[in-house]
C-alpha cells in the first residue's frame, strides 16, 4: 500500500496501484525534461504504459499559472496555492488514475520544486511541507545536480534568463544576472537540504546526457525487477516442510502391510499343495514316459 507525506485527499484509497511513480527533480536547465523524453520511449518499448506530467499542467489551474506569471507581479503566497492546486489536480485526476491502471508515471519535477521555491521566497517551511503533505511518496526521486557555474552556460545558450527563475521578485536589484546568481545558489542550497531531508537520488547532471540516460535506466531497471520478484513471490504456492516423523506416510506403511498380507495368502495354497505332493507322491514318469507312483514312491509297470 502506497503512503502520503501526512494527510489524504477526501475519497482518495491508497491501495490497489501497482504503478510506478518515478521523479526527476533539479533546478531549470539540470536535464530534466531532456531526459524524461528520452526515458518514455525506452519504457514503452519495453512494454511500459507511460505517462509523463509536469508543473502547469493541470487542465484547471495550468493556463491560469502562466497568465498570472506574466504580469510579473504574482505575490509568494498567491503563486503557492496556485501551484498547489495544479498539483492536486494533476494528482486527483492524472497521477493516481494511471498508478491504479499500472502505469510508469514520470514526473518532471514535484512537491520538491514547489517547497524549495517557496521556502527561498521566504514562505514559512512549516506551512508549505503542510500544504503539499497530501503528495504520495515517490517509488524513486532522482536529483539531477548541477553547480550554478555548470548551469549558467547552459541558460544563457538557450532561452536566457527568466525573470522568476532569477529571482527578480525576490531580490531588490535590477541586474537579472546577478539575481540569477543570488536565487540559483540558494535554491541549489535548498535541493541539497531536501535531498538529505527525502532521500534523493543524486545524479551528477553536468555529464553528457547520454552518460545521464544510462545511469537512469540502470536504476529505474532495479526498481522494475525488485516489483517483478515481489510479484512471483506473492503468486508462488506457499511451501510447506515434509513431515520428519516417518521417511514414510503411516497410509504408505499401512496399504504396504495390506500388500503383504494378500501375497502371503496366495502363497499358502500353493506351499500346502507341494507338500501333499511330497507326502502322497502322485505323479507320472519313467525312462519311456510310462509308469505311475504311488504313496511309497514305489514305480509299477
Same mark, same amino acid.
Given at each position: 500500500?502506497?503512503?502520503?507525506?501526512?494527510?489524504?485527499?477526501? $475519497? *482518495?484509497? +491508497?491501495?490497489?496501484?501497482?504503478?510506478?511513480?518515478?521523479? !526527476?527533480?533539479?533546478?531549470?536547465?539540470?536535464?530534466?525534461?531532456?531526459?524524461?523524453?528520452? =526515458?518514455?520511449?525506452?519504457?514503452?518499448?519495453?512494454? %511500459?504504459?507511460?505517462?509523463?506530467?509536469?508543473?502547469? %499542467?493541470?487542465? =484547471?489551474?495550468?493556463?491560469?499559472?502562466?497568465?498570472?506569471?506574466?504580469?510579473?507581479?504574482?505575490?509568494?503566497?498567491? &503563486?503557492?496555492?496556485?501551484?498547489?492546486?495544479?498539483?492536486?489536480?494533476?494528482?486527483?485526476?492524472?497521477?493516481?488514475?494511471?498508478? %491504479?491502471?499500472?502505469?510508469?508515471?514520470?514526473?518532471?519535477?514535484?512537491?520538491?520544486?514547489? *517547497?524549495?521555491?517557496?521556502?527561498?521566497?521566504?514562505?514559512?517551511?512549516?506551512?508549505? %511541507?503542510?500544504?503539499?503533505?497530501?503528495?504520495?511518496?515517490?517509488? #524513486?526521486?532522482?536529483?539531477?545536480?548541477?553547480? +550554478?557555474?555548470?548551469?549558467?552556460?547552459?541558460?544563457?545558450?538557450?532561452?536566457?534568463?527568466?525573470?522568476?527563475?532569477?529571482?527578480?521578485?525576490?531580490?531588490? $536589484?535590477?541586474?537579472?544576472?546577478?539575481?540569477?546568481?543570488?536565487?540559483?545558489?540558494?535554491? !541549489?542550497?535548498?535541493?541539497?537540504?531536501?535531498?538529505?531531508?527525502?532521500?534523493?537520488?543524486?545524479?551528477?547532471?553536468?555529464?553528457?546526457?547520454?552518460?545521464? *540516460?544510462? &545511469?537512469?535506466?540502470?536504476?529505474?531497471?532495479?526498481?522494475?525487477?525488485?516489483?517483478?520478484?515481489? *510479484?512471483?513471490?506473492?503468486?508462488?504456492?506457499?511451501?510447506?516442510?515434509?513431515?520428519?516423523?516417518?521417511? !514414510?506416510?503411516?497410509?504408505?506403511?499401512?496399504? =504396504?502391510?495390506?500388500?503383504?498380507?494378500?501375497?502371503?495368502?496366495? !502363497? &499358502?495354497?500353493?506351499?500346502?499343495?507341494?507338500?501333499? $505332493?511330497?507326502?502322497?507322491?502322485?505323479?507320472?514318469?519313467? $525312462?519311456?514316459?510310462?509308469?505311475?507312483?504311488?504313496?511309497?514312491? #514305489?514305480?509299477?509297470?
Amino acid at each position: 500500500m502506497r503512503e502520503t507525506y501526512g494527510k489524504l485527499l477526501p $475519497g *482518495m484509497r +491508497l491501495s490497489d496501484m501497482p504503478g510506478k511513480l518515478i521523479v !526527476l527533480e533539479g533546478t531549470d536547465g539540470a536535464g530534466r525534461t531532456t531526459q524524461i523524453n528520452m =526515458l518514455k520511449p525506452w519504457l514503452e518499448e519495453l512494454g %511500459r504504459a507511460v505517462l509523463d506530467t509536469g508543473m502547469t %499542467r493541470s487542465p =484547471l489551474a495550468g493556463e491560469g499559472i502562466r497568465r498570472a506569471k506574466e504580469g510579473n507581479n504574482l505575490g509568494r503566497v498567491t &503563486q503557492s496555492l496556485f501551484y498547489a492546486t495544479d498539483f492536486i489536480d494533476r494528482l486527483e485526476n492524472e497521477i493516481v488514475p494511471a498508478l %491504479r491502471a499500472g502505469f510508469i508515471v514520470l514526473t518532471d519535477r514535484y512537491i520538491y520544486s514547489l *517547497m524549495a521555491r517557496a521556502i527561498v521566497r521566504g514562505v514559512d517551511s512549516a506551512w508549505i %511541507r503542510s500544504l503539499f503533505s497530501v503528495a504520495l511518496k515517490p517509488d #524513486a526521486v532522482f536529483y539531477l545536480r548541477i553547480t +550554478l557555474d555548470q548551469l549558467i552556460p547552459r541558460v544563457v545558450f538557450s532561452r536566457g534568463f527568466d525573470y522568476w527563475e532569477s529571482g527578480m521578485d525576490v531580490y531588490s $536589484g535590477h541586474d537579472m544576472y546577478e539575481n540569477f546568481c543570488r536565487y540559483q545558489s540558494a535554491l !541549489l542550497a535548498e535541493f541539497d537540504a531536501l535531498s538529505t531531508e527525502f532521500g534523493f537520488e543524486t545524479i551528477d547532471a553536468s555529464a553528457d546526457e547520454k552518460v545521464v *540516460m544510462a &545511469q537512469l535506466k540502470a536504476k529505474i531497471l532495479r526498481i522494475l525487477d525488485a516489483d517483478c520478484r515481489k *510479484m512471483a513471490v506473492a503468486a508462488a504456492p506457499a511451501y510447506q516442510a515434509p513431515k520428519t516423523s516417518s521417511y !514414510l506416510e503411516e497410509p504408505t506403511i499401512a496399504r =504396504l502391510r495390506e500388500a503383504w498380507k494378500g501375497l502371503d495368502r496366495l !502363497l &499358502q495354497p500353493a506351499t500346502a499343495n507341494a507338500a501333499a $505332493g511330497n507326502g502322497n507322491g502322485n505323479g507320472n514318469g519313467n $525312462g519311456n514316459g510310462n509308469g505311475h507312483s504311488n504313496g511309497n514312491g #514305489a514305480i509299477h509297470k
